[in-house]
């Protein structure tokens, strides 16, 4: 009897903390061995000439969300997982909603429901948009319980958003139950403002979303999430950063010693305020918030990156066909640049662009990629060891790569549920070949292989990389969390 249900052989190991040739020895869906030669197994893959990956953590991506009107949003928990596992991530942390004047939990029965048809293995971040007393004291700690170790707040969008008192509420009981915060950083009012002043000049085309939410909006909200979290002693991750000014106050943070966390996406890194100024509707292909710079700030994204003030790159998948009634012109071609749905598709497409725009063109190392794209998200989200490295005891959890192949993007090559992707056109150097799911191949060659269904919810604990310092301004502190009681 084979001692091993599986080898990988001959690859470019590549851990994050260096690249070694061996085998990889795998049972019963895990890691079990890394040797120079492995030859007792049922199975093998021969990888020569390939790197060896851990396979990719996707900690911010927007998976089947159910509607308060009914309905969900277009990418499925299958159409999902096809479009990852075609772009090497595996693993992915996606949104519970909750709808103002509502709790979470029957949202979370649901939304488990949702992803358990799905092939991904997944973990959730509950959103807060509503912190009633019934659902902070009652239904969010039962969430958690169940597994849930981050909570999602907006300081924008309607009807998401938070005012100040609330995103209190939220650190504080997050800091309770031992949760990780995570933030989107813009500035409710000021978009508000800025957008009624331009829809009243008849600047109404999608370029003006770019111009209602300008980099200092998003600054100024970064700097005011930060000094609350600080206030309150309670770790948070700033979200999709899109400029350096963010970065700074995250910098700045981080250099006081507080807990703050910063990420970043691919869009940030390649798209700009020009592509959603293309003629007619097309710059609604390119709208997300926050909105893509210049090609100035992405150089000076990437030297955040490099200083490792933004230590995860994320895909922030929110995806919407440009046709139909749940598309972009849901609201017609000629909405303005208010109505029009933000967000844009990147599950498949994440790892080739920041490996070719990265490793490919001398920016990061290939040490810096598998620490972005996979450690430290799944360290920062509480899934390590488990997930996110290729180490004795991991899930077998890879992506084998080609980093020669050189490949054009295409929306059929991205696999999702829409009918567009923002970077059609774009030539990559490096692309998945093969994709293992706990030692399963779950794609080869562009065709999923997985069966729906196959994916395993991934319950978080406690973990101390969130646990709050024990540092709150004079010393005054009137809720210490259980830790440090």
Not at 154 to 183: I, N, S, W
Not at 303 to 322: K, N, P, Q, W
Not at 350 to 373: A, M, N, Q
Request: proline share 7%; hydrophobic share 40%; glycine share 10%.
């Amino acid at each position: 009897m084979a001692g091993y249900d599986l080898a990988v052989r001959g690859g470019q190991v590549a851990t994050g903390f260096g690249t070694t040739r061996c085998d990889i020895g795998v049972k019963d869906g895990r890691i079990v061995a890394i040797a120079e030669r492995i030859t007792d197994a049922a199975r093998a893959i021969e990888a020569d000439g390939l790197l060896v990956l851990p396979g990719g953590v996707d900690s911010h991506c927007h998976i089947e969300e159910p509607q308060p009107g009914g309905g969900a949003n277009e990418e499925t928990f299958a159409t999902a997982s096809a479009a990852a596992f075609a772009g090497g991530t595996t693993s992915v942390v996606c949104f519970i909603p909750q709808w103002k004047g509502h709790g979470v939990w029957e949202r979370y029965v649901d939304y488990r429901a949702r992803a358990a048809r799905g092939m991904l293995d997944h973990s959730f971040h509950q959103i807060i948009s509503d912190p009633t007393d019934a659902v902070m004291e009652q239904e969010v700690p039962r969430v958690v319980a169940e597994g849930v170790r981050s909570l999602k707040v907006f300081l924008t969008y309607e009807p998401l958003h938070l005012d100040d008192a609330q995103y209190l509420r939220v650190l504080t009981k997050a800091r309770e139950l031992g949760c990780l915060v995570t933030v989107h950083c813009e500035n409710y009012a000021a978009i508000n403002w800025r957008t009624a002043e331009l829809l009243k000049h008849g600047m109404a085309a999608p370029k003006y979303h770019a111009w209602a939410r300008p980099p200092v909006v998003e600054r100024e909200a970064t700097h005011r999430a930060i000094a609350l979290a600080e206030l309150v002693d309670q770790p948070i991750q700033v979200f999709h950063v899109s400029c350096a000014e963010a970065a700074e106050e995250i910098a700045r943070a981080q250099a006081r010693g507080v807990k703050v966390w910063g990420e970043t996406c691919p869009q940030y890194v390649t798209l700009t305020a020009a592509d959603i100024d293309r003629p007619g509707f097309e710059g609604a292909k390119f709208m997300c918030s926050p909105a893509p710079r210049t090609r100035e700030e992405h150089a000076r994204i990437w030297e955040m990156i490099r200083r490792g003030t933004l230590d995860v790159i994320s895909s922030d998948h929110c995806a919407f066909s440009y046709e139909g009634d749940r598309g972009k012109r849901q609201n017609g071609a000629d909405a303005v640049f208010r109505d029009i749905p933000n967000g844009i598709p990147g599950f498949a497409a994440r790892l080739p662009i920041i490996f070719s725009e990265g490793v490919s063109k001398g920016r990061i190392s290939l040490d810096d990629f598998v620490r972005l794209t996979s450690t430290n998200p799944a360290r920062l989200m509480g899934l390590a060891p488990r997930k996110g490295m290729i180490a004795v005891g991991a899930d077998a959890d890879l992506a084998l790569w080609d980093p020669a192949k050189k490949v054009t993007l295409t929306n059929a090559l991205m696999q999702h549920a829409v009918d567009y992707t923002p970077y059609e056109g774009m030539e990559v150097t490096g692309w998945p070949v093969a994709t293992i799911r706990r030692g399963e191949v779950v794609m080869r060659d562009g065709k999923v292989q997985a069966e729906p269904g196959t994916g395993r919810f991934l319950p978080r604990g406690p973990y101390d990389l969130i646990r709050p310092r024990g540092i709150t301004p004079d010393g005054f502190d009137p809720a210490p969390p259980p830790a440090v009681r």
